[in-house]
């Protein structure tokens, strides 16, 4: 037997048997379903005990291990995991990586009710009282007690991601603005004045110089931002931005660092990808979306505007980044007579009810551009809700003036027409003292300020998210969406697992109280919008790839409306993904129960 198959024969020593004893492929297929079907109904009927958690999970992995042998789900995929585990049993070894390995011991974990989740991590070491032999202010009282040990150990998690509202942290970044308005020559005054912080955005080789000069800047960062800026590829950061990066490369700062530093492997896909940008990164097609120039549609009663096609920062996981070439590029701003054309596009629309103005970062526009459009779109009689999408709170909060909160607010009107702004944390790290003065103004609007976090390898070590729903919410900033990342191949470093996302939403954002954990987490499917990862109904894991990838089917929205076929979409590994982990210093097995969620 070969060494890396062990753990998997010694999960279920049955299934080895019975594969290893078949002739052919479709023999193992029947042994393998007889074998499954057996377990499940020898449950079913309660022949023998089985716990409830434990059955929960078994019942789980019995509906995946159909999926996944199932000849119709081969056919689908292109992928038969059944077939490598036929000839692993039978020659020793198959044409598979050990991420493939991994997936089937933890499903034969589970199909033998050995799953690795009991007792949990977060509360290893803590005995769990049998609260149902005690009653009243005893089993109160005992009740409370377990769960003030519960809070004691996520606040061990949460305290580890600081915010820059931490003296501390905001003592070191009044050094670091200093650092850099000496670099650029400026005053006080100017750091202040978002013009100014527009006008120095680090986006070519001197800006670079720059930056290393303020930083310490890891080798293959220089590297790929070099290589970027020599191939036109997306890259720029604001002096406020840069001054949320400590000066040499740290834990805290690793979330801010890698929103704006590419890796290699980004800008060279970027690259290879010059000539056909469009087919190869429009991955939300939105080019098969758009009824008209500057408009985006997916749903029947809302639709997108995009007055303004970049930003003062690139986010590296941009989902527009094959329309971008630059920060504030001088043809982002779209031509008057198109933005006219796509406003009397909605005003002939009277299905829309609510419009996204977004981009690109749309508050990049003047005050008198920003004043024009929501005037147009505030004529529109059957539009209820106004929406603007800005990422300025996190990169430029000195964006956020009076006088722009003047503009907006008139277009707020209290029983007629909702304005609110849509904004995009991705850590904790990112707030500050002035964006807490940006989204108080906002507020003091009565404008509402919702948050859209993408959930990506720097933000998703245990209750990481956790901490950033909680300080936005003492800010004034509602969470509204958590996003898995747009399954683009050219930002796949940053991407993570489908089981993260809810295990995290199981796991941590659970604990908190709900007014917390407000957002939702979403998978976007190209060309048809949002699926709820938490509805088991939207979405089945069908298929393991040789490369232990999990293949999923998504089903659309649409799916009880419209006949629309679903969407095949291929995550990242999850072993791979916890190796990464590991190297960043986290302990694997604080995620061991995420091989359990499909």
């Given at each position: 037997m070969i060494e890396r198959w062990e753990n998997c024969w010694d999960a279920a020593p049955e299934l080895h048997m019975l594969l290893k004893e078949?002739?052919?492929?479709?023999?193992?297929?029947?042994?393998?379903?007889?074998?499954?079907?057996?377990?499940?109904?020898?449950?079913?009927?309660?022949?023998?005990?089985?716990?409830?958690?434990?059955?929960?999970?078994?019942?789980?992995?019995?509906?995946?291990?159909?999926?996944?042998?199932?000849?119709?789900?081969?056919?689908?995929?292109?992928?038969?995991?059944?077939?490598?585990?036929?000839?692993?049993?039978?020659?020793?070894?198959?044409?598979?990586?050990?991420?493939?390995?991994?997936?089937?011991?933890?499903?034969?974990?589970?199909?033998?009710?050995?799953?690795?989740?009991?007792?949990?991590?977060?509360?290893?070491?803590?005995?769990?009282?049998?609260?149902?032999?005690?009653?009243?202010?005893?089993?109160?009282?005992?009740?409370?007690?377990?769960?003030?040990?519960?809070?004691?150990?996520?606040?061990?998690?949460?305290?580890?991601?600081?915010?820059?509202?931490?003296?501390?942290?905001?003592?070191?970044?009044?050094?670091?603005?200093?650092?850099?308005?000496?670099?650029?020559?400026?005053?006080?005054?100017?750091?202040?004045?978002?013009?100014?912080?527009?006008r120095h955005v680090f986006k070519d080789v001197h800006g670079l110089d720059t930056i290393k000069k303020l930083i310490k800047l890891e080798p293959r960062h220089e590297e790929s931002i070099r290589l970027a800026l020599e191939n036109h590829v997306p890259f720029g950061v604001t002096p406020y931005y840069l001054h949320l990066m400590d000066q040499d490369p740290c834990d805290r700062d690793y979330a801010v660092r890698r929103q704006v530093f590419p890796p290699l492997s980004y800008v060279q896909n970027m690259i290879k990808h010059r000539t056909d940008k469009k087919w190869a990164f429009d991955f939300m097609k939105e080019g098969d979306?758009?009824?008209?120039?500057?408009?985006?549609?997916?749903?029947?009663?809302?639709?997108?505007?995009?007055?303004?096609?970049?930003?003062?920062?690139?986010?590296?996981?941009?989902?527009?980044?094959?329309?971008?070439?630059?920060?504030?590029?001088?043809?982002?701003?779209?031509?008057?007579?198109?933005?006219?054309?796509?406003?009397?596009?909605?005003?002939?629309?009277?299905?829309?009810?609510?419009?996204?103005?977004?981009?690109?970062?749309?508050?990049?526009?003047?005050?008198?551009?920003?004043?024009?459009?929501?005037?147009?779109?505030?004529?529109?009689?059957?539009?209820?809700?106004?929406?603007?999408?800005?990422?300025?709170?996190?990169?430029?909060?000195?964006?956020?003036?009076?006088?722009?909160?003047?503009?907006?607010a008139q277009y707020h009107e209290f029983g007629k027409r909702n304005l609110c702004i849509v904004t995009h944390f991705m850590h904790p790290y990112e707030v500050t003292p002035e964006t807490v003065e940006a989204i108080k103004k906002v507020k003091m609007t009565g404008i509402e300020v919702?948050?859209?976090?993408?959930?990506?390898?720097?933000?998703?070590?245990?209750?990481?998210?956790?901490?950033?729903?909680?300080?936005?919410?003492?800010?004034?900033?509602?969470p509204y969406y958590t996003f898995n990342m747009k399954g683009k191949t050219e930002m796949e470093e940053y991407a993570v697992p489908i089981a993260r996302i809810l295990q995290e939403r199981k796991e941590e954002a659970r604990l908190l109280p709900g007014i917390f954990r407000t957002d939702e987490p979403v998978?976007?499917?190209?060309?048809?919008?949002?699926?709820?990862?938490?509805a088991w109904q939207n979405h089945e894991l069908i298929a393991i790839t040789p490369e232990g990838r999990r293949m999923y089917s998504f089903l659309p929205w649409e799916k009880n409306i419209a006949q629309v076929k679903p969407y095949l979409y291929t995550d990242v590994p999850i072993q791979r993904y916890l190796q990464r982990l590991k190297e960043r210093g986290e302990d694997p097995e604080d995620y061991r129960s995420i091989w359990y969620y499909y």
């Open positions: 078949s002739k052919t492929l479709e023999s193992a297929r029947n042994k393998v379903a007889r074998y499954i079907e057996a377990r499940e109904w020898t449950y079913s009927c309660d022949v023998s005990e089985i716990e409830t958690w434990d059955y929960v999970l078994f019942k789980e992995v019995i509906r995946i291990l159909k999926n996944i042998i199932s000849p119709r789900n081969e056919r689908i995929s292109g992928y038969s995991a059944l077939e490598n585990l036929w000839k692993a049993a039978v020659n020793g070894d198959a044409d598979v990586n050990d991420d493939f390995v991994a997936e089937f011991v933890h499903f034969f974990k589970a199909l033998k009710l050995k799953a690795d989740v009991y007792p949990s991590r977060l509360m290893e070491g803590i005995d769990n009282p049998k609260f149902g032999e005690y009653e009243g202010r005893v089993a109160g009282q005992m009740r409370s007690d377990y769960l003030d040990q519960m809070g004691k150990r996520m606040d061990r998690y949460l305290e580890r991601y600081r915010s820059g509202l931490n003296p501390e942290i905001a003592a070191i970044r009044n050094g670091n603005r200093k650092r850099i308005l000496e670099a650029l020559d400026s005053s006080e005054e100017d750091w202040k004045d978002w013009h100014w912080q527009f979306t758009s009824p008209i120039d500057l408009v985006t549609r997916r749903y029947p009663r809302v639709a997108i505007i995009k007055p303004y096609e970049s930003c003062p920062q690139i986010c590296v996981y941009c989902q527009r980044n094959w329309e971008i070439s630059s920060p504030l590029m001088a043809s982002a701003l779209a031509p008057l007579e198109k933005i006219d054309a796509a406003l009397q596009w909605f005003s002939e629309h009277v299905e829309m009810m609510d419009v996204l103005v977004t981009g690109g970062d749309p508050l990049v526009m003047d005050n008198s551009l920003i004043d024009g459009i929501l005037g147009k779109l505030s004529e529109i009689r059957h539009l209820k809700s106004i929406r603007v999408a800005t990422r300025t709170p996190a990169t430029v909060p000195q964006r956020i003036t009076s006088e722009l909160c003047e503009i907006l919702y948050n859209q976090q993408v959930f990506t390898f720097a933000n998703s070590r245990k209750f990481e998210t956790s901490a950033l729903r909680v300080i936005l919410k003492q800010i004034g900033v509602d998978f976007n499917v190209p060309g048809l919008g949002k699926d709820h990862l938490r």
